[in-house]
């Protein structure tokens, strides 16, 4: 009798512990480690107050001011040094001209009171006077030689802030849309990010695509590769123009005898006047780059090869 006691209760001890493991195994396909990668997003320091227009709805207060606030951040550090290094040449620029006064402005009211000082000139395409005068020139000088420099499309010269910060959100919020679908992010994580501040929007998208998540069109290559953050496009100053015939030597090399260079790597048809001679440009602290067969001039920095991306630029 004991021993059947014995072979009994060793028999559901077995068939416990076949069970269990049974269970295990089909709940391991389910555990964390199975789970898509979701990003951790780091949120963006505030540093200081800038007009920018929100969502009322929105509960998120997020306003920062780039260009005024004390660099306290790394995080706007490094994108100061980013935005310098992309978009920095036009703050070099000579001969006439008006500088921005920083690598981002913060708003649109800043702009507005920004061009409204400009001597500009008139017509369809508004560029700073001297910057007009030197395109003109250069367009007299190709003509006269069987060619022409025509802009490439309606926005090839001044542009707004609202302009930009529309071009910025076209790759923005497909982007977000498209890693959330993925599995990526939550659309808790998302959401906020799209009432952001521009400056601070631009730190958080730049900080998922360090984790992978790319926002140009085909969400494969970095979104400074597609268009520049709201207030850095060197349009808001009105000394860039894009060329429709950039794809000529001879038209490049007529822009640049009269002061108009290529500054934004591998953004083919952007031209920006910085008003001085090629020889001169290596003394106001520019290098130049080859890259497909062009010679850009941007400010030297430590990590110029690391930041630049490696995608053609649609529209910065």
């Known amino acids: 009798m004991a021993n059947r006691n014995r072979a009994s209760w060793l ?3 077995a068939a416990t512990v076949a069970a269990s493991l049974c ?10 480690m199975h789970l898509p990668h979701r990003a951790k997003l780091i949120t ?16 998120v207060n997020t306003n920062v001011n780039l260009a005024e606030a004390p660099q306290t951040s790394q995080q706007f550090d490094d994108l100061n040094a980013r935005l310098l290094l992309e978009y920095g040449a036009v703050l070099k620029a000579q001969n006439g001209v008006v500088l921005p006064p920083s690598a981002m402005f913060s708003s649109d009211e800043q702009v507005v009171r920004w061009q409204a000082k400009l001597e500009t000139s008139r017509g369809d395409y ?4 001297a910057a007009a005068e030197a395109l003109n020139a250069a367009r007299i000088d190709a003509r006269a030689q069987g060619l022409d420099i025509t802009p490439r499309d309606t926005d090839a010269a001044a542009r707004d802030y609202a302009y930009t910060v529309k071009l910025w959100m076209s790759r923005v919020n497909p982007g977000l849309d498209h890693w959330v679908k993925k599995g ?7 959401e906020p990010i799209r009432v952001l501040s521009s400056p601070e929007q631009t730190v958080a998208i730049l900080q998922l695509e360090e984790q ?5 069109k085909d969400f494969s290559k970095s979104i400074l590769g597609s268009v520049a953050p709201p207030g850095a496009s060197q349009h808001l100053a009105l000394l860039a123009f894009d060329v429709k015939e950039h794809q000529d030597p001879r038209v490049r090399e007529i822009l640049a005898w009269h002061g108009w260079y290529q500054t934004v790597q591998r953004d083919e048809p952007h031209f920006t006047y910085l008003g001085v001679s090629s020889s001169e440009l290596p003394s106001l602290g520019l290098m130049r780059i080859t890259t497909g067969g062009r010679q850009y001039w941007i400010p030297p920095t430590a990590t110029a090869t690391e930041a630049m991306p490696t995608d053609l630029v649609a529209q910065r």
């Open 212 to 216: 992978g998540m790319f926002f140009n």
């Open 44 to 59: 963006a320091v505030k540093v200081g107050p800038v007009s920018v227009k929100q969502n009322s709805d929105s509960a």
């Open 184 to 190: 990526r992010l939550d659309s808790s994580e998302a």
């Open 126 to 129: 508004v560029l700073q006077t």
């Open 23 to 32: 269970f295990t195994t089909l709940a391991l396909p389910f555990s964390p």
């Open 11 to 13: 028999w559901r001890l």
